[in-house]
């Protein structure tokens, strides 16, 4: 691991205006997953700036009937929440299926959204790889890609994004609300925090030097059947293959959010309106200009199949 210089912010705005400071400089809380890729020279920031004791940590009822989860909020914590169990079912289940015990007690809701890809040429360092080097290339391509992309993609980058808790709130219709460098605020809706690679597969998120996540916002309860479902190669501890976020409502109607297979969670309202006439009709909407290799072709039938599974205990619970 590289030196860095270490502080403790002593509010929002002053780790925001620490950040602006130095260029590469990042906001660290659990550390589960940037201490890793520091230890693996990916990540070689030159300054680390403690955000834990800056009182974001809360969760909150807002006034239109929502909750409001403060960044700092630890996932073991937001998953036991019984407002978020009762209400929010959907986000509760994909949070448990996510990691072990031990690192959902360390790992928090806004580093949970900034998760960087398991792509494992992403990992190794002697392979070429845009999101580590921009215009390196993307030894993917033409690799082993059993794990990787299969729509969203683009010619510089096929990696998948790893969070099960951004499938939920992605099918929640989140925002992430955050702070800027300058002390102004925004709000950002899930929808579009996470980029898509495009030329660029280095921008992951809509996040601007300096920009700090302060919190994350639910919108009122949507009421329904809540399912999360994921298909992994081992039954604890592995990141999707296909995973699968439900809200099915008793006219049938619903939102459907998949993970395991673009750089982004991944939904299409157009393809929920095809809910009546079942999981084909639905996963080919998904995945319509979808680009499978040789190797994850098996995804297509997957998210199929996984659907069809999914909608099924949904209507059981029902």
């Known amino acids: 691991m590289r030196a860095f210089n270490y502080s403790r912010a002593d509010s929002p705005a002053a780790a925001a205006a620490q950040a602006a400071q130095t260029q590469g400089a990042r906001f660290i809380a659990g550390g589960t997953n940037l201490l890793d890729l520091m230890k693996l020279d990916i990540e070689t920031p030159p300054h680390l700036i403690d955000v834990n004791h800056l009182g974001l940590d809360g969760i ?4 239109d009937g929502g909750l409001r989860i403060g960044a700092l909020v630890r996932n073991t914590d937001l998953a036991a929440d019984p407002r978020v169990r009762k209400d929010y079912g959907l986000l509760s289940r994909a949070l448990l299926a ?4 031990q690192l959902r007690n360390m790992a928090t ?14 990992y190794d360092t002697n392979q070429a790889c845009n999101k580590r080097n921009p215009g390196s290339g993307c030894a993917a391509i033409g690799g082993v890609t059993r794990q990787l992309g299969i729509i969203g993609v683009s010619d510089a980058c096929i990696a998948t994004h790893p969070s099960d808790m951004a499938i939920a709130l992605r099918t929640l219709d989140a925002q992430i609300e955050t702070l800027q460098p300058d002390g102004s605020t925004r709000r950002i809706a899930m929808a579009d925090f996470h980029s898509l690679p495009g030329s660029t597969p280095h921008i992951e998120t809509a996040l601007t030097p300096g920009e700090l996540i302060t919190g994350v916002t639910l919108p009122a309860p949507v009421g329904g059947t809540h399912v999360y479902h994921k298909v992994r190669d081992r039954s604890s501890y592995a990141f999707a293959l296909v995973s699968v976020g439900l809200i099915l409502q008793k006219d049938g109607s619903g939102r459907i959010a998949v993970g395991g ?7 299409v309202e157009a393809a929920e309106a095809l809910l009546p006439q079942g999981a084909k009709a639905v996963s080919a909407r998904l995945l319509d200009g979808a ?4 190797d994850n072709q098996f995804k ?5 199949r996984t659907l069809a599974s999914v909608l099924a205990q949904a ?3 029902a």
């Open 291 to 294: 680009t499978p290799t040789h």
């Open 261 to 267: 297979i673009a750089p982004k969670p991944w939904r």
């Open 60 to 63: 909150e009822a807002t006034d």
């Open 109 to 122: 809701t806004a580093g949970n959204l900034l998760q960087r890809t398991r792509c494992p040429y992403f």
């Open 98 to 101: 996510g990691a072990s015990g």
């Open 315 to 317: 209507r059981d619970e």
């Open 300 to 304: 297509v039938t997957l998210v199929e």
